[in-house]
Every structure is written in C-alpha cells, then in structure tokens.
C-alpha cells in the first residue's frame, strides 16, 4: 500500500439551483450521494480523498455564499469547513517554495555524518520540505492539530509534519497513521513534489513500470519537469525507497539549484562521510550549505559567500 492520496484532479463545480444530481454524476464519473439537500442552493464540490487501486473518491458538499457581484464569495454560509485544492492552479510554486534564497536544508546528524547513501524517512522528508517553505506560505498552514495516531506530542517532526498535512502536501495512512520513521519510497516522493506545483499534462508514461501505478500521474508529471530520473533499463522502480543523496537531487531540481564543484567555495561545509568523488557531492553541497550566488550562462550557479542564517528547522 503506498500513501494514502487526495483526489488529485483540479476539479471544482458550482451546481445550479435546479441541477440534476444525474448529470452531475455522469460528468465526474463518481458514485457519490448527495441527497436533497443541494436544491436551490449554490455549492462547490472539492475532491477530499482517494484509496490508491481503485476509482472512488469522497466528495465534501459545502454550502457557499455569493458575494454582490454573483461571485464565490470564499465563505461557508452555513460554517462547514471549506476545503482548499492543494492543486489550486492560481497558486505558483514559487508561492510555496523558496526558490531565491539557497538556504541549507539538510542539517546532518549528531555524530557529524551526512549519510547520503542511507535511506531517508517520511518524517525527515517533511522537515526538509518545511523548511523550503516560503514564510508566508508556512504561516498561512501551520497549525498546531493533525490526525493521525502515531505522531505522539513532542516528537521532533511533529510540527512539520502537522504543518505540511494541513495543505494536503502529506499524507498518512487509510488506518489514520502516518508512519513517520518509514523510509520514503520513489513514488511517494514524486507526489510530494508534485503537490507544489501544476501537473504537467503528458500523454504516454516515462517510465515502462509505472502503469496502473497509483502514483502514475504525479511521477509522469515530475518526470516532464525534469525533477525525477529512471534506470536504464526504462524502469522507475516506484516502491524503492530513496537515498538521501537521491533525494537531494530531487529537491534541487525542483528548485534550480545546480553548482560545478570548482564554483563551491573551500569554506563550505564537509562531513567526513562525503566524498569529493561521489556523484552526488555536488548535490549534498547545495543541501548543506546556505550560500549566495550568481547565475550563470549554463544555468549553473557560482557560489559568492557561504553565510548562515538563523532557520526554522
């Protein structure tokens, strides 16, 4: 079973007082029951959530109020709680992700070691991706309240955790855990990455392994942008877990973050576990280290100063 997923289409329908549930339900292609309750009023239908391997959804029916013009006035006249698509395409991801300031976003661990060849967890993943949050966008989401069982009070992660649930960018479980130590598989963090941003439209798979896959379009999307990689072998290898050097690189693609190893400057952080060598030593060194920079022609960045400002991690 991988994570639990939202009903990801931008689907959005204001129903006419009048209209037939029928025709309603021919358009989404979705076994729901509304009742009566919608006649003669204007409502907003908003995909809740969706059971990977299968076709249904639940659909929260919220009664809205038009403003003087005849417009969505954005409240709930009778106070059910309006539920906001995490896919709303009039946001940007550059509205929820810092993609200016090349923040360090990897800390490293007490025994001075970055492990890039390790695993990295569900919860380690959300931190990281609190901590790209742009201000306005983390303050506008966070929230002190979460669901699920196993996210006990105190824990190190729970306020990232909390913080990205609440806009549906993570998720837990249909038994209602999030499982926060569990190793992220590939796919999963695809749809992770994919939830900042529009999907990209694409008419064929990428990858020879990933039909039917619950996980389909976000992979298929990320793969269009450029943020994720398959094998040789055209496979994608959706429920492998991911390394943490893989995951670095996924980050910054995502965020044009992108430096030759003769433009780090030799002030930049090191652990004893990273190799000059490896493939990824360029990657973890954005990770690492905060740094200003100027962009260059390729694209690529030449690295100005390392500074070191005071983070919300």
Same mark, same amino acid.
């Given at each position: ?6 009903? /990801? ?41 969706? +059971? ?23 409240? #709930? #006249? ?5 539920? $906001? ?15 200016? !300031?090349?923040?360090?976003?990897? $800390? ?10 390790? &695993?990295?967890? /569900? ?6 991706? &609190? ?6 966008? /983390? ?5 002190? +309240? ?10 190190? #992660? ?7 649930? +609440? ?11 999030? /499982? ?29 392994? $990933? ?27 959706? !429920? ?23 433009? $780090? ?24 280290? #905060? ?16 500074? &070191? ?5």
């Amino acid at each position: 079973m991988g994570i639990k997923s939202r009903w /990801r289409y931008h689907y959005k329908k204001v129903l006419e007082p009048g209209q037939e549930t029928s025709n309603l339900l021919e358009e989404i292609k979705l076994n729901i029951n509304i009742g009566n309750e919608w006649q003669g009023k204007d409502f907003i239908l908003q995909p809740v959530a969706e +059971s990977e391997g299968n076709n249904s959804a639940e659909i929260t029916v919220t009664n809205r109020e038009k403003s003087s013009s005849g417009k969505d006035s954005g409240r #709930s #006249s009778n106070g059910s709680k309006v539920i $906001i698509n995490p896919e709303d395409p009039t946001v940007e991801i550059e509205d929820k992700l810092n993609k200016e !300031d090349h923040s360090a976003y990897v $800390i490293g661990y007490p025994d001075n070691t970055v492990r890039p060849e390790d &695993y990295i967890t /569900r919860e380690e993943v959300s931190a990281v991706f &609190y901590r790209l949050l742009t201000p306005g966008y /983390r303050n506008s989401i966070k929230t002190n +309240s979460h669901s699920f069982l196993d996210i006990e009070t105190g824990r190190w #992660s729970g306020k990232h955790i909390r913080t990205l649930s +609440s806009a549906r960018i993570i998720e837990g479980y249909p038994d209602e855990t999030f /499982r926060p130590a569990n190793n992220i598989t590939r796919a999963e963090l695809a749809t992770i990455a994919s939830r900042f941003d529009k999907l990209s439209p694409f008419t064929g798979n990428n990858f020879t392994d $990933i039909a039917g896959h619950w996980g389909n379009r976000y992979i298929n999307s990320a793969a269009r942008k450029g943020w994720v990689n398959g094998y040789p072998d055209g496979t994608f290898k959706p !429920d492998q877990h991911i390394t943490r050097a893989e995951f670095m690189t996924l980050v910054n693609n995502v965020l044009d973050r992108r430096v030759h190893q003769k433009d $780090i400057l030799s002030e930049a952080r090191q652990f004893p576990d990273l190799s000059k060598d490896a493939w990824y030593y360029e990657e973890v060194q954005e990770a690492i280290n #905060s740094h200003h920079y100027k962009r260059l022609p390729d694209t690529f960045e030449e690295w100005i100063d390392i500074y &070191y400002p005071v983070l919300d991690v």
